[in-house]
């Protein structure tokens, strides 16, 4: 079984010492930078832009995934790649013409990822799926960090991995919204590859220790 990945969302750091928080994950156990993209119509929040990531992307020595919760992802695509994403996620939801997003995310370079909503079912990516190098599957309505984890993820995250295995597909499975150590074996369990985790590392007062524990937990 390959190792299972922690990324921690760069969303839940404090914005005043973000230098201080991007080392602390360079040096915790952490695999990625899971960074958060909100422009306040796709969903109801806005979180940051451009030059954020691009302050990130300096210090950040970790593979950056960038999740989009953007209406029309197409505009940005080349931009997210010149800032240094590693892996760019659309939202499903957003995309009128996923196929030709998914090629262009690749075309700059990228990896290419899909996020689907709570609401939207696995099936819409029958077509797709050994075309997506990672399916972000929401455990909360995207938006905001900090809200309670859906129970239905578990049964999402396994009909994802049978289609995966079914179309013979490479696919990685990243969950992202409320996970905690206390459903982290589960969602591995369930076929989760990468754990998202925001408030559950950045409100606990040993973030490395939280982080260093939670991959244990994911690897156990
Ligand atoms: C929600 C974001 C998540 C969020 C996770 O819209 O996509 O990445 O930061 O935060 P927690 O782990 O606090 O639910
Ligand atoms: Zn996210």
């Known amino acids: 079984m390959s190792s299972k990945l922690i990324a921690p969302s760069v969303l839940a ?3 005043a010492n973000l230098q201080r928080d991007i080392d602390m994950i360079n040096q915790s156990e952490a695999d990625w930078f899971h960074i958060d993209i909100m422009d306040g119509v796709f969903v109801p929040n806005i979180s940051f832009g451009m030059p954020v990531l691009q302050a990130i992307s300096k210090h950040a020595k970790k593979t950056i995934d960038v999740h989009l919760m953007i209406v029309d992802p197409d505009r940005y695509i080349k931009t997210f790649a010149e800032l240094g994403s590693d892996i760019l996620t659309v939202h ?3 995309c009128t013409h996923l ?3 998914l090629q262009a995310i690749k075309t700059e370079g990228m ?7 709570p609401h939207t079912n696995i099936n819409v990516l029958e077509d797709t799926i050994t075309d997506i190098d990672l399916v972000c599957i929401m455990s909360v309505n995207p938006g905001f960090g900090g809200q309670s984890f859906i129970e239905n993820t578990y049964d999402k995250v396994k009909q994802l991995k049978t289609l995966i295995t079914r179309k013979n597909a490479t696919t990685q499975i990243e969950i992202d919204g409320g996970v905690t150590n206390k459903n982290a074996k589960a969602l591995v369990e369930a076929g989760a590859d990468v754990l998202v985790a925001g ?16 991959k244990a937990i994911a690897n156990s």
């Not at 990896?111 to 909503?117: R, S």
């Open 199 to 214: 408030s559950y590392v950045f409100k606990s007062s040993n973030q490395t220790e939280t982080i260093k524990n939670l």
């Open 92 to 94: 499903y939801e957003a």
């Open 99 to 101: 196929h030709r997003t």
């Open 111 to 117: 990896k290419a990822g899909v996020a689907l909503n």
């Open 13 to 15: 750091a404090d914005f």
